[in-house]
Every structure is written in C-alpha cells, then in structure tokens.
C-alpha cells in the first residue's frame, strides 16, 4: 500500500527549461512533505519542504507546490541545469511524528 | 561537520551468511532510522531509535532481521542468515528529537549471491 505515490519514473527536459516532479498521497493525516535529492553512490540529501499550512515555498531555483485538496504536490525547477540530473524523492510525515513515508523516485534527466 | 557514516559501502556475500551493516549518527542527534532501497518499493523505513530506544520496528521484514542501538553513537543493522532477496541499498539516517529533515548516510550496497 502506497501512501505516496510517484508515478513518473522518469524525466528527461532541456537545459534551461522548467522541470516538474509530481507527487501524490492517500493519507489525509499528512501534513509535512519534503523533497530529497539523491545522485548515484550517495544518500538522498534534503532539497526543499513545504508544511500544510501554506501552499507553496520557495528557494531559489526550487519551488514547492501543494494542493490539499487534490492530495498532490509538484517541485519546479526553473532553470533547470545540468547539475540537477539526479533521483528525486517525495517523502511525507506527520507533524511532530519521526517517520517519514517515501515515494519510489522519479530519475530527471537535464539534457544539455 | 561528519555526516551519517555507514561502513561497509559495499558488501557481497554468499547465501547463508550473517551480514552486519554499521553505522554511526552525527553527534548530538537523537533520533536514528534504518532504511532499504529497492526499485520496487523506493525508500522503506525499517525500525527507528529515539534515544538508543527501537520505537517502531514494523517495517522490519522478517525475524532474520535485527538492529540495535547500544550507544548514542553506534547503530548496527543485522541479517541472519542472509537471502539472495536482501539485496538492495541500506541507508541510515538521524535527526535531532525527529524533527525534519532526516540525513542520510551513503549507504550500504548489499549484494547476496
């Protein structure tokens, strides 16, 4: 039983163009989501979260989007560079609970 | 700063075989989380540790699989015996009182032949 879901598996988009990773949940317990990052040999790394009180953040290149509603967040990278091209993981918790849920992962490629 | 360590990176061993992964927390976290990564199910929690203390174990698999905790920083992840369907990517991760994010050590690729 997947709580959260990454149908994509992968992504390939031009350098220099807008990146978009989408994410689903079943869970309407969730409340915090985290995007992580992961190159090949190394552990996944935090890039960016969002807590559902608001519905969108903001770091950079890196934009967090949430729809409650829908149960469905997206992470936009704009522009994307090649330094991007790596795994990306959608993770999902309570607040104020440890455990984190993860997706399977969706490969972005940047193709220069 | 020293990140999550995990030791050994790699692992290949043969059916049958007790296999130990290691792994040492940054200092001063408290909170410690064994994952597995395979393509099928992505990132799996395994069991976490509060305070040198197993809270939730439920995502470990079988009895084959054990881990402790003896030190705040030293956590050991074991299986006994191995099966070829353990293969796959172990990561540990810690956090300070669970609060987010989690880091992630680099793994332990365990290969059983």
């Known amino acids: 039983d997947q709580q959260v879901k990454q149908n994509s598996p992968s992504l390939s988009v031009q350098e220099g163009r807008i990146s978009i990773l989408n994410c689903d949940y079943t869970?309407?317990?969730?409340?915090?989501f985290l995007w992580y990052k992961k190159y090949p040999a190394e552990g996944p790394t935090f890039l960016i979260s969002?807590?559902?009180?608001?519905d969108k953040n903001e770091d950079g290149r890196f934009t967090v989007f949430l729809n409650k509603s829908a149960k469905h967040l997206s992470l936009h990278i704009v522009p994307s560079q090649p330094g991007d091209s790596a795994v990306y993981f959608c993770a999902a918790s309570v607040w104020g609970n440890e455990k984190l849920t993860f997706g399977t992962g969706t490969r972005l490629t940047i193709i220069p | 700063d020293a990140g999550v360590i995990q030791s050994p990176r790699h692992e290949v061993t043969e059916m049958g075989q007790e296999v130990t992964l290691r792994c040492k927390p940054i200092s001063g976290h408290n909170s410690l989380f064994w994952y597995r990564q395979t393509m099928m199910r992505g990132l799996e929690l395994l069991i976490y540790f509060n305070n040198n203390v197993p809270i939730d174990d439920s995502g470990m698999p079988e009895d084959r699989f054990s881990a402790k905790m003896p030190n705040a920083s030293f956590s050991t992840l074991k299986i006994q015996p191995s099966e070829p369907r353990d293969s796959a990517v172990y990561f540990c991760a810690s956090s300070f009182n669970g609060n987010q994010p989690q880091h992630f050590g680099d793994g332990t690729r365990l290969s059983i032949l």
């Open positions: 969002i807590s559902s009180i608001k």
């Open positions: 869970n309407s317990m969730f409340d915090y």
